[in-house]
């Protein structure tokens, strides 16, 4: 187990190349089942859970391939995943466990073979995240879905037809889309998640042959064809971490140039509170520049919401700002019922948070103050890695597992901008 040991209150400041993201990359890597053509990814960022489903794949039948890149805008690895044939349907249970969004191969699946197993993930420290929407919607294109053991079996011939989101689920959304492409006929797909993330998957579907309009609406419309083929797509820059960066840059009053694909497109709730909060970001011709333009940052009230809102996973880094904000935040989740968990890590650092439901009342404080702290998932990690980087004296973040599955290259991309941070052995277990 290792640590994450940061003497804060240095200013972060230069150039902070960011990674593909890791929530395009994951669906996307899924679409590779899709097609025996072989589907060439680029800029898919170094992750735990990239290689978690990369070994999912592998059981799957897939064979892939890959080309390292630097460290230079769209760096990233390179990887061709070749699926001439399925050679497996199901999913298993050690695998899923590990990364939920493993779900998402059961839509490719059921197209292409008329058949999934996948192992119910089961919940996680946000939520109980449960799957009913995923398996609703394939029930309307024509599966029949059955639940023993632990898993989910679904199997059919898939016919067009229309799913209606009662609440708008990302990876539902991502599930039923890429089925759909190799349906007999149309389906319609209403109150369909808008986040970026999903129009990379569908502009990716799109080039490899599928029928797809209405691409970053609410409401998708898609053909089937009889098979899809061989295709090339880059992955999308991870706005979740350039909006973890720029608040970086904010809480320790430095200055960083964001560099990435078009970030603004794609940040907008994150950049309307950030603004709020008393930052300015400036657009360079290699990415977005960011920093605190007030002499304090500034109260707010956010609300995550879907997207075109402020993301909920952006919430747990809002929070550690706030615990510096001049005079008082509050901030609501409305997406996950327990994405609080930073806010006791947080207090024990000298941060005033009190917690009524969904809602967490923060109250601006001076200074925070380094301490041994644990993570308990990946924002809430990314939240105490920010307050370490501005407490005074040393912070220890534990558990940093969390980390590696959605930041890449976190100490090296911090350290290169002045911050005091190093990965060592963990004593506490
Ligand atoms: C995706 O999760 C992301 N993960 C999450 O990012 C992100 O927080 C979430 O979307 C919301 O934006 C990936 O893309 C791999 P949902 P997903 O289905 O698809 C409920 C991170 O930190 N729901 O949009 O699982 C669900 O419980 C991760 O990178 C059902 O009730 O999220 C939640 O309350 C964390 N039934 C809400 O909908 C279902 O069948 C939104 O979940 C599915 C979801």
Redesign the pocket.
Request: hydrophobic share 40%.
């Given at each position: 187990m290792e640590k994450i040991v940061i003497e804060g209150g240095y200013k972060l400041e230069g150039q902070l190349p960011i990674s593909g993201a890791?929530?395009a990359a994951?669906?996307l890597m899924c679409a590779g089942l899709l097609t025996s053509g072989g589907l060439t990814l680029h800029n898919l960022p170094h992750l735990a859970d990239i290689k978690t489903l990369a070994s999912l794949l592998t059981e799957l039948g897939g064979s892939l391939s890959y080309q390292d890149e630097g460290w230079d805008i769209g760096s990233g690895q390179t990887v061709t995943i070749a699926v001439d044939s399925i050679t497996s349907t199901t999913a298993p249970y050690d695998m899923v466990r590990k990364m939920?969004?493993s779900i998402l191969v059961l839509g490719p699946l059921l197209a292409r073979e008329g058949e999934a197993i996948v192992s119910l993930p089961g919940g996680c420290a946000?939520?109980?995240?449960?799957?009913?929407?995923?398996?609703k919607a394939f029930e309307a294109i024509g599966a029949t879905i059955e639940l023993k053991d632990g898993y989910v079996r679904a199997a059919g011939k898939l016919i067009g037809g229309t799913v209606h989101f009662p609440?708008?689920?990302?990876?539902?959304t991502?599930n039923i889309l890429m089925a759909a492409c190799l349906a007999d006929g149309t389906t319609h797909i209403e109150n369909a998640?808008k986040?970026p993330?999903i129009g990379d998957l569908a502009n990716c579907l799109v080039a490899m042959g599928a029928q797809i309009s209405g691409i970053g609406t609410s409401h998708l419309t898609v053909t089937g064809v009889p098979e899809l083929h061989a295709a090339e797509y880059t992955v999308m820059p991870d706005r979740?971490e350039a909006g973890s960066y720029a608040i970086a840059a904010a809480m320790t009053g430095g200055e960083l140039e964001l560099l990435g694909g078009n970030l603004p497109a794609v940040m907008t709730g994150t950049l309307d509170i950030l603004k709020e909060a008393g930052l300015v970001f400036t657009e360079t011709d290699r990415g977005l520049l960011a920093r605190l333009g007030s002499p304090k940052i500034k109260g707010i009230n956010a609300v995550t919401q879907?997207f075109p809102g402020f993301?909920?996973?952006m919430q747990a880094q809002l929070m550690a700002m706030m615990t510096l904000c001049d005079g008082a935040s509050v901030i609501t989740e409305t997406?996950?019922?327990n994405r609080f968990m930073h806010v006791p890590e947080l207090c024990r650092m000298g941060a005033d948070i009190t917690v009524n439901g969904s809602t967490a009342t923060v109250r601006g404080i001076g200074r925070l103050l380094g301490a041994p702290v644990m993570a308990t998932?990946?924002?809430a990690s990314m939240s105490l890695v920010l307050a370490g980087l501005t407490a005074d004296g040393i912070t220890e973040v534990n558990r940093i597992y969390h980390l590696d599955r959605?930041y890449e290259r976190l100490v090296q991309k911090l350290e290169s901008c002045g911050a005091k941070i190093s990965r060592q052995k963990a004593d506490l277990i």
């Open positions: 890791k929530n994951l669906p939920r969004a946000i939520g109980n995240r449960p799957i009913d929407l995923h398996l609440i708008v689920s990302v990876g539902a991502e998640a986040e993330e979740i879907p993301p909920t996973d997406i996950f019922e998932d990946l924002r959605g």
